[in-house]
Nanobody
Framework: QMPLVEFGGGPVQAGGSLRLSCRVS????????VAWFRQAPMKEREFVAL???????RYSDSVRGRFTVSRDEPRKTVFLQMENLKPEDSAVYYC???????????????WGQGTQVTVSS
């Protein structure tokens, strides 16, 4: 069983909304930081948002004000609510978990398999 599994991707029109979920299992949820990254075709994977162990959030400049990250401790799940989506938000979205609080992917030990988000204009 994979420690992280993402749900909720799919096609959406520009201006629409999606909510991604990252379910954590098999590793301690309390005390870990969970981040979202995304990778578009022909581009490097980039940081999107994170919820630290105490549910404080950080966002990239490109999504701040449109995306909201939150964690549900009882359900061991981190959500990424995405509003006012743009075609440039199209990418494979990954959640990642670790114990070091950074926005760089190298510090995250656990990764999900990714979920595709496609925003059409």
């Amino acid at each position: 069983q994979m420690p992280l599994v993402e749900f909720g991707g799919g096609p959406v029109q520009a201006g629409g909304s999606l909510r991604l979920s990252c379910r954590v299992s098999g590793i301690p949820f309390k005390g870990i930081h969970v981040a979202w990254f995304r990778q578009a075709p022909m581009k490097e994977r980039e940081f999107v948002a994170l919820a630290d162990w105490d549910d404080h959030a950080r966002y990239s400049d490109s999504v701040r004000g449109r995306f909201t990250v939150s964690r549900d401790e009882p359900r061991k799940t981190v959500f990424l609510q995405m509003e006012n989506l743009k075609p440039e938000d199209s990418a494979v979205y990954y959640c990642a978990a670790g114990t070091i609080l950074r926005t760089t992917e190298d510090v995250y030990s656990y990764w999900g398999q990714g979920t595709q988000v496609t925003v059409s204009s």
